[in-house]
């Protein structure tokens, strides 16, 4: 059997390179290409239904990512010891992958497609999720299915003052910047990351040296679609249309849209306002069938996005009457919770979010068991998104991969300012439930974040507010208008969705996604500066309540307490079997962990009341202490020779009373002196080499007056 493999290879630039490679691996799916780079290997497939299904006038795209663990050399934990649901980590990529693809399909394009990539091998160092959106793409390219790319991502981070593209694991641990990037050859359409403080001209220089890398990429998929044959698309028809239906609909109801649009009204009388428009067009047109129907709901909503649009960028007007950098009126308050760690209510405009913190011992971090990643995170942040937030009625089925982001999102901004971890010993749970939602919710929960933060006494460098940032521009792209502080209805129609994230020193963290072509750098570089203004006045306002972290935790917040020891002692701790620490911890009530680290034993002491720290405390310092000679120690009989008794002085350690040290006077025998259990205080005399302690009770005992030396 012949196969017809086809390779390309893109040069980075600096040594390193990465493979495309087709026509070998799954030849029955409509695309598939193998993406090498170093040791890892990503395998992505894409299908599409040949028809789409009745009655749907959207794009059903489904991306998924998963790592399989044999690319590791690990055998899947759990009962089932196979993948399972994918973690949050994959659904990330999967995100970040379905951001820069979605936008690129033809917007009549209606067809079932499924885009599956799968982790196959690893490097350790080098990371996979900066070219999954690549390996999408590159499947997409070798098939038949109508897409408007090619486009790639790549990773942009600083190192040592240096931009690198795709940088190794091990580079990224002292990266003061790093995101992924997404685009075409002209366009960027997706930027999420992270950063340390950093100024608007820096982000805008990253993303620019990443559009260079991501040109070179696309320009090896046209290669590949060039080779295939594959440059002519397959042949659609996804939507019925009515031109003269959607003319009718604009002249009868375009003016009573725009206002409506332009009353400045609350959003569910707006809401309901718009409907009734609507209802009352269709009603006049009698029997109709379901299709028309349809079209006609269709062609509405255009002229609502026609409408609210023109508003914007003709009279610089919004739909709640702000103007185009006004942020809406916001309140907060902290410590509404009092059983809580820490909490705090943020509310900006009709946007709510109720938060707390919760602190945690060592044993409440988080397991991180993943094919690529692995270990344990010691902050976390959960956001939930229920329906009575937006007014509806919707069951709770978990977190999806919407609040799974946000989360992420709010997370990444948040532990840029948590304190260095040698100065914070807790597990740090946040959790923001959403009350209220029009509008960014998750920079609700960053603002919130920070301040439940400072009401728990965590020593945060510096707050951190967000604020979502939206652009409105007309067809030519000749006029446009930047929004901050975007409405859900702005978000939806707008043309892009940009959260930024800061302190007032810079930037922390992004969040961007385009729905069209054609932003210039000097647009995005006006709404970086326009979102700083908008974070500075946010930063103002959450001042007001709040300005500086607690002096202390709260009263019935726990405490940590964490010492070191030797190293030697830590077996000791732990005891046969974990014997000792369990003991300890069920005896004194508190929570110990033990880890070693940089060559010394590491210890946490975890209670919620200072008793049973110290009481834990005195025993693991008992056990971890060395007997010292000259010390005077409280022992106890351990048992009894012939000549002499073995005296435990620290749990572990016993020494010998001879009986020549009991007392001044002389002891002919060992009977009646001590009972095993009785207590004694005694004197280390002597450490000998082969560590064998020699004690002495008569040290400490008054000389008898007959054995006193005469004065000459």
Known sequence: MSLNVIKKVIDLGDGRTIEIETGKLAKQADGSVVIKMGDTMLLATVVSSQEAKEGIDFLPLSVDYQEKYAATGRIPGGFLRREARLSDYEVLISRLVDRALRPMFPDDYHADTQVMISLISADKDIMPDCLAGLAASAALACSDIPFNGPISEVRVAKVDGQLVINPTLTQLQTATLEFIV??????INMVEGESAEIQEAELVEAIKF???AIKIQCLAQKELTAELNKTVKRVYNHEHSNEDLKKAIYAATYEQVYAIASSASAKEERSASFKAVRDAYIETLGEIDDITKSLAKKYYHDVEYDAIRNLVLDEGKRLDGRTTTQIRPIWSEVGYLPSAHGSAVFTRGETQSLTTVTLGAKDDEQMIDGAFINGYQKFLLHYNFPGFSTGEVRPNRGAGRREIGHGNLAMRSLKRVLPAEDQNPYTIRIVSDILESNGSSSMATVCAGTLALMDAGIKITNPVSGIAMGLITNEMGTKYAILSDILGDEDHLGDMDFKVTGTEKGIVAVQMDLKINGLSY??????????KDGRLHILGEMAKTMTAPREDYKPHAPRI????????FIGAVIGPGGKIIQEMQRETGATISIEEKDNQGIVQIFADNKAAIDQALGRIRAIASKPEVGEIYEGKVKSIMPFGAF???????????HISEIDHRRIETMDGIFNVGDEVRVKLLDVDKQGKLKLSRKALLPRPESSKPENN
């Not at 005296?647 to 009373?657: A, C, Q, T």
């Open 561 to 568: 307490v964490m010492i070191k020891i030797d190293k030697e």
């Open 647 to 657: 005296v435990e002085i620290m749990p572990g350690k016993d020494g010998l009373l």
């Open 182 to 187: 997404a685009g075409s050859e002209h366009d």
């Open 522 to 531: 000097e647009v995005l570089t006006n709404a970086l500066n326009q979102a």
């Open 210 to 212: 990443a559009h260079t």
